[in-house]
């Protein structure tokens, strides 16, 4: 597995080829497959290592995500996978939950909120 530090500028595909060892901890959900418009990206414009820097970063991710053809895919996998950080299919880790819950009110009353 590829090393990852903490502080480096690595892109969107070095940190997935490194993430195989995420396979440990959710076996039963199989790891994105796709490629998006994130490919080739500074990764910390998805997983900003400070609190204050999200609005920026995440606005920039925001705008790419927003085009992605992958954005479904990525949308779905995320959903499926609540204990994922950073920006997946341009929302937040409180935009995913809410749209959990969102879909969950639908699936028990049929109805949107």
Known sequence: ???LTRNSNHT???KLDAV???ELFFPK???PKFVGDCKGLPT???FPEHARAHYETFSRARQICKTCPANE???EFSL???NLHGMW???TPKQRQSERRRRWRVSQTGKAK
């Open 1 to 3: 597995m590829q090393e």
């Open 44 to 46: 910390e414009w998805w």
């Open 29 to 31: 959900e199989p790891l």
């Open 20 to 22: 195989t060892e995420l």
């Open 73 to 75: 895919e990525c949308l």
């Open 89 to 91: 299919a341009g929302l």
């Open 12 to 14: 969107i595909s070095e």
């Open 80 to 82: 499926r996978s609540p």
